[in-house]
């Protein structure tokens, strides 16, 4: 495997289901990434990981529930959800470097529909 | 007001035509002006980059930045077909760690 791989590409759930979704960087990077992508919306930053420790999280509901238990796995654990978390949810890794440019390389991501 | 605006299009044009894409923006403390592309059914991926302002031009693809302006364009000269995809702006400062800031993306179809 190289790059960011992503698992499940698509999920079908009910509203009272219980899922996760999981993410796997092979790039040897410190910081990963959540975000959700809708049509017509820009890119969605839900929560950022940097070595281990959650930095950022944007104001995302508590039926969504990441998990980070070493640098190079990242999990999204989705309970309760409603038909409009229905999008694209795309991981993303980086190397951060000091002063330089965060370029992030990105999984191919999971479909998610909620019924 | 947005941080960052792009027109989603759909942007449709033939073979072989300049294609000029664009985003304006409104933090003046973005350092780093990126475009990504992202293929169906695939995640984004970085196409090039600018720091500060100025032009950046690696084949085909011609990255400029006016930051008097908060405007960013990318040009692609001679469009092909496997061009078609949906590209977008993105933007972040400089120094430790950087949120990067997305516009919503334009689709391009290139017609053969």
């Known amino acids: 495997e190289t790059g960011v791989t992503q698992t499940p590409r698509h999920l079908v759930m009910g509203m009272t289901n219980k899922k996760s979704l999981k993410c796997e960087q092979h790039?040897?990077?410190?910081?990963m990434y959540w975000y959700k992508q809708s049509a017509k919306k820009p890119l969605e930053l839900m929560f950022v990981y940097s070595l281990e420790e959650r930095v950022e999280n944007n104001s995302v509901p508590s039926r969504f529930s990441p998990e980070c238990p070493n640098s190079s796995h990242l999990f999204l654990h989705l309970h309760t959800l409603q038909p409009e978390d229905s999008a694209l949810y795309l991981c993303a890794s980086s190397q951060e470097l000091a002063g330089g440019i965060n370029e992030q390389f990105f999984g191919p991501g999971t479909r998610l529909t909620v019924l | 007001q947005k941080e960052v605006e792009q027109d989603p299009g759909p942007l449709s044009v033939p073979e072989g035509a300049i294609v000029s894409l664009n985003c304006t923006y409104s933090n003046s403390a973005f350092q780093y002006f990126m475009w990504y592309r992202q293929y169906s059914r695939k995640g984004p991926e970085l196409l090039m980059y600018t720091y500060s302002s100025g032009n950046k031009e690696d084949g085909r693809f011609t990255a400029q930045v006016d930051k008097s302006s908060k405007y960013i364009s990318l040009f692609i000269r001679d469009s092909q077909p496997s061009d078609s995809a949906t590209y977008l702006c993105?933007?972040?400062?400089?120094?430790?760690?950087?949120?990067?800031?997305f516009g919503t993306g334009t689709k391009l179809q290139v017609i053969p």
């Open positions: 790039l040897g990077h410190n910081a």
């Open positions: 993105a933007m972040s400062g400089r120094g430790g760690y950087q949120k990067v800031t």
